[in-house]
């Protein structure tokens, strides 16, 4: 009891005393017998008793390395199941098809409806394949047409007794629509796309009171009025003195800052031909230097190697699209009217562009948007007008085999001026009227037989709209533009169509 005594922790001794004995008791107890045994019989001992745990623990991590072993061999493998596809990131690819002996099983058919054909836009269509090498379009030398003269004809344009081809209903369609175009003027003398009148402009992106201002007086001056002489002198002056102010220091001639503006070089454009004609028809040299100003910022435009204008001033590495590239052709043949010098090169480079826009190399009948993109069928009656109408500027004879070709598709039945839904196309129908009345004849005759009555019969007679042609009902072409653009830009193309007998003279006269 005295050494179980002594044994037991005194509670009044202080915990650090304990401690201190416990710390000096041996972690291992030695007996006698253990010093006494020699070390074989030790050695005897722990082969007895750890051997068999060694050889458990060897057994285990073998058996742990071999399904490792495994897993690795079977990673390297290809995977024998599709991957999962998630079909809004990556593209299904097309099914592999494999040929086998496997004997047809025929199953009757059913009649379904055919869905037409898709477009291959890369390919001409069955009735004009591409032209065989040994055939292809030799162009003729780029020799702008003579100018003297051309717009002469213009003098007597609303007089009764006018130009041939025009009868009362077409002069008292003009009358109204140039009536129209004097209401809407605003009182410091420009015109805008987004009114006072109904059915405006639509997105703001297209606004430009330059292009509204250059459309409104090509319409008056393309029926003989001008700022000197004619029923709205002070309507065109108005206009004019407005369309000078706007003019910057480069000669360009628009009136908003942003750059890449989708109608800045055609209300450019446009407005160079208003200079330059209204120039050649009075003769008045104070217009001179402006109209030289903005030709020379035209120049300046171009692509210098590859030819066309586009939205903005071109480099090198720009590409131009002939629906631009038209109207500024158009601007340099009418300041080549008025005595404006332009280099040849400038010329040599505008043929270039329409090479390299021609649906098919070779074949320089048929034209598209740009010289990059595929051809699109909605456009194609526009482009190949508007380029056939730049290659007779630039000298084609009339009788060029590829001219001819183009014009035969011009005049072809599916292509006739109709007023229906989705079909009507005013502008296309402006370069289709003036490449035809170039050429004269019954191919030019039909055409205006056709459609200078669709669009006397659709101006409105009545009403504050009364000479305006309403720009959706029904609604054209997506490619007419006349559903964004609205009224003004509308009745303007619609116009200078009913102007085309007495706007120019032919250039093969």
Do not use: C, K
């Given at each position: 009891m005295s050494d179980l005594a002594s044994r037991r922790p005194n509670p009044d001794q202080p915990p650090s005393q304990r401690s201190a004995r416990r710390s000096r008791r041996p972690l291992i107890q030695v007996t006698d017998e253990d010093a006494d045994e020699d070390r074989w019989t030790r050695l005897r001992r722990l082969a007895r008793t750890g051997i068999p745990g060694l050889m458990s623990s060897l057994a285990f991590h073998a058996?742990?390395?071999?399904?490792?072993?495994?897993?690795?061999?079977?990673?390297d493998r290809p995977p024998t199941l599709?991957?999962?596809?998630?079909?809004?990131?990556?593209?299904?690819?097309?099914?592999?098809i494999v040929e086998t002996d496997v004997p047809?099983?025929?199953?009757?058919?059913?009649?379904?409806?055919?869905?037409?054909?898709?477009?291959?836009?890369?390919?001409p269509e069955a009735s004009e394949p591409a032209v065989p090498s040994e055939s292809r379009d030799e162009p003729p030398p780029v020799v702008p047409v003579p100018v003297d003269n051309l717009l002469e004809i213009r003098r007597e344009?609303?007089?009764?007794?006018?130009?041939?081809?025009h009868d009362a209903d077409v002069i008292a369609a003009i009358r109204r629509s140039l009536d129209w175009f004097a209401r809407q003027q605003q009182s410091d003398g420009r015109w805008q796309l987004e009114g006072p009148y109904p059915d405006g402009i639509t997105q703001s992106r297209f606004r430009a009171d330059t292009g509204a201002t250059a459309l409104a007086l090509l319409c008056f001056a393309g029926a003989g009025q001008t700022h000197q002489d004619g029923d709205y002198v002070e309507t065109v002056s108005s206009g004019l003195d407005w369309l000078l102010a706007a003019q910057k220091r480069s000669g360009e001639i628009f009136e908003r800052t942003e750059i890449g503006l989708e109608p800045r070089f055609y209300a450019h454009s446009q407005a160079t031909i208003v200079l330059c004609e209204l120039l050649v028809l009075t003769g008045d040299e104070s217009l001179r230097e402006p109209a030289t100003q903005a030709v020379r910022f035209l120049l300046e435009s171009q692509n210098?190697?590859?030819?066309?204008?586009?939205?903005?001033?071109?480099?090198?590495?720009?590409?131009?699209?002939?629906?631009?590239?038209?109207?500024?052709?158009?601007?340099?043949?009418?300041?080549?009217?008025?005595?404006?010098?332009?280099?040849?090169?400038?010329?040599?480079?505008?043929?270039?562009f329409l090479d390299s826009a021609q649906e098919h190399p070779g074949n320089a009948a048929f034209y598209k948007y740009r010289p990059s993109f595929p051809m699109n069928r909605d456009q194609r009656l526009s482009m190949t007008a508007e380029g056939l109408l730049c290659r007779q500027w630039l000298g084609w004879p009339?009788?060029?085999?590829?001219?001819?070709?183009?014009?035969?598709?011009?005049?072809?039945?599916?292509?006739?001026?109709?007023?229906?839904?989705?079909r009507r196309n005013v502008y296309a129908w402006y370069y289709?009227?003036?490449?035809?009345?170039?050429?004269?004849?019954?191919?030019?005759?039909?055409?205006?037989?056709?459609?200078?009555?669709?669009?006397v019969a659709r101006q409105v007679k009545s009403g504050r709209s009364r000479g305006s042609w309403h720009p959706h009902r029904p609604p054209g072409s997506p490619h007419e533009w006349s559903q964004v653009v609205g009224r003004l830009y509308f009745t303007a193309m619609c116009t200078l169509i009913l102007e085309t007998p007495f706007r120019h003279r032919s250039v093969y006269e």
């Open positions: 058996l742990l390395l071999l399904v490792m072993a495994l897993i690795v061999v079977s990673l599709p991957p999962i596809e998630l079909g809004w990131i990556v593209e299904r690819p097309e099914p592999e047809v099983i025929r199953i009757p058919s059913m009649q379904l409806p055919q869905a037409a054909p898709p477009e291959r836009p890369d390919e344009a609303l007089q009764e007794n006018g130009p041939a081809g210098p190697e590859r030819g066309g204008w586009r939205y903005h001033q071109l480099t090198a590495t720009g590409e131009g699209d002939v629906s631009v590239t038209g109207w500024a052709l158009m601007a340099l043949h009418s300041a080549r009217m008025a005595d404006i010098d332009i280099p040849a090169e400038t010329w040599f480079l505008a043929s270039q009339r009788n060029f085999p590829a001219l001819q070709r183009g014009v035969a598709f011009l005049t072809d039945e599916q292509n006739h001026p109709v007023w229906d839904n989705g289709v009227a003036q490449t035809l009345h170039n050429l004269g004849g019954p191919g030019w005759d039909d055409w205006f037989a056709r459609a200078a009555p669709l669009l």
